[in-house]
């Protein structure tokens, strides 16, 4: 039986959990492919840190032209960290005509565009399911989606690390710090956490997903990020009070030709679907014009979830689909949030212009609903304000304290 030959980028949680599944599926993959999947080279950093997995017929290296020498190798999975040398290797490979994988997507929002047209130059394919949402098929459903629908707006929680910390800062009441420590301690952050509590992870993966449904990345100038390390105990406990819960957020549409993508804390109610993915999960809202609103929660990283989506693309790729027609342009406006959460610390807030106040703890927790944030904020430079998602049914009277 002939063989997929297939090399590994890195062997840290990721590639090892490649390694790890595409052993104990090989059955499934033989059934499903027709052909045994083999890893017959892993790329390493240090070489001295991995040897006891050396093995007869595999190459471990620590030198990229080690696997580039391999012969009839079929697939390189890129499961480094950073753009570079990810990028650079993956334009070698492309070269040599192999079809790549990636779960790089800080690489891939910066070199995605140019990676697929040197793939498409050079026939081969790039898979990059696990770049969003790890082990949920975002980018499968989307592309599936593309082949009739029109995508109108995507909404997203994309980084598992900030959605724990909302939910364990509102659950238990700790302060962000406390709750950051915690989360380090469970391994569910970093000891340098910043990529996901700045939003630069949640960001990178907002730009994978427009490159794939607009076939390109924004402007800068219609692209804003914002992390979670401003948020306080104290804003989580007056957002409950009203009924809402905070989360780390990627909204994706485009208005008047141009893209936006925004990565940055909001607040949801009950009546929206992420009111509900808590804890390290990822949810995602696509909006479409002829299904409708599809919604997706599950692990968005871990080591087997991220290996189940790199294993889906090594078998699409080797089992490819009709490829959908070329990227469909939405051109209709996309409605813009107009519902804003305010916190004051010691003023009240004032209102500079007929605002709708959906709901008043106190003069300094409000939540109105305007066309002119801008205005507002201009009016109170020291208020707060997160953009507030879905509908919101509590009434004045109902919430004033
Ligand atoms: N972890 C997840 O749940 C997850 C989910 C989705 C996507 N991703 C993405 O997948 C990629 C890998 O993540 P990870 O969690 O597996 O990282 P990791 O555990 O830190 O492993 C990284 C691996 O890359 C190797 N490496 C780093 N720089 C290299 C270089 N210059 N040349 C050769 N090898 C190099 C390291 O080698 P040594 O072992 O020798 O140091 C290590 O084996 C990242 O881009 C990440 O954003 C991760």
Redo the contacts with the bound molecule.
């Keep these: 039986m002939s063989c997929i030959n297939v090399a590994l ?9 490649v390694y790890q599944s595409i052993n104990s599926h090989q059955s499934r993959l033989e059934q499903v492919l027709g052909k045994r999947v083999r890893v017959v080279g892993i ?5 001295e ?2 040897k006891q997995s050396k093995k007869d017929g595999l190459v471990l290296t ?1 030198s ?1 032209e080690d696997i580039l020498a391999i012969s009839d190798l079929h697939v390189v999975v ?5 753009c ?3 990028n650079v ?1 993956l334009k070698k490979a492309i070269e040599k005509g192999c079809h790549v994988v ?6 891939f929002a910066h070199h995605g565009e140019e990676l697929l047209a040197l793939a498409k130059e050079n026939g081969v394919t790039i898979g990059f399911e ?2 969003v949402g ?1 082990g949920i098929p975002v980018i499968q459903t989307i592309k599936q989606l593309l082949q009739v629908n029109r995508i109108k707006k995507v909404e997203a929680i994309l980084n598992g690390t900030s959605n724990f910390i909302l939910t364990s800062m509102r659950k238990e009441g700790h302060s962000f710090d406390a709750t950051l420590k915690l989360a380090q301690q469970n391994g569910y952050a970093e000891s340098d956490p910043s990529n996901d509590i700045e939003g630069h ?1 949640a960001f990178f993966k907002g730009l994978v997903l427009s490159q794939l449904i607009y076939g390109k990345t924004p402007e800068n100038h219609t692209t804003s990020r914002r992390g979670i390390r401003s948020i306080t105990a104290d804003f989580i406990e007056r957002a409950s009070e009203l009924g809402l819960r905070f989360r780390h957020i990627v909204t994706l549409y485009k208005e008047n030709g141009q893209i936006h993508c925004q990565a940055e804390p909001a607040l949801v109610s009950s009546e929206h679907p992420f009111y509900q993915v808590e804890g390290v999960q990822n949810g995602v809202s696509i909006d479409t014009d002829l299904v409708g609103n599809i919604q997706l929660n599950g692990p ?4 087997f ?2 290996a189940s ?1 790199i294993i889906e693309d090594i078998i699409q790729i080797n089992r490819p689909v009709p490829a959908a027609p070329s990227f469909v342009e939405f051109q209709e406006e996309a409605e813009e949030s107009s519902k804003w959460v305010l916190f004051s610390d010691k003023v009240d807030i004032k209102l500079p212009y007929v605002s709708k106040v959906l709901a008043r703890r106190t003069d300094k927790t409000l939540v109105v609903e305007t066309d002119n944030i801008e205005e507002i904020l201009t009016e109170n430079p020291l208020v707060t304000c997160f953009s507030l998602k879905g509908g919101y049914l509590h009434t004045p009277e109902k919430v004033t304290i």
């Design positions: 980028l890195g062997f840290g949680t990721v590639g090892k959990g790329l390493v950093k240090d070489l840190k991995h620590d990229f890129d499961a480094i960290v950073g570079e040398p990810g290797y990636t779960a790089n997507k800080e690489m696990a770049t790890g992870d968005g990283a871990g080591m979830p991220t989506a």
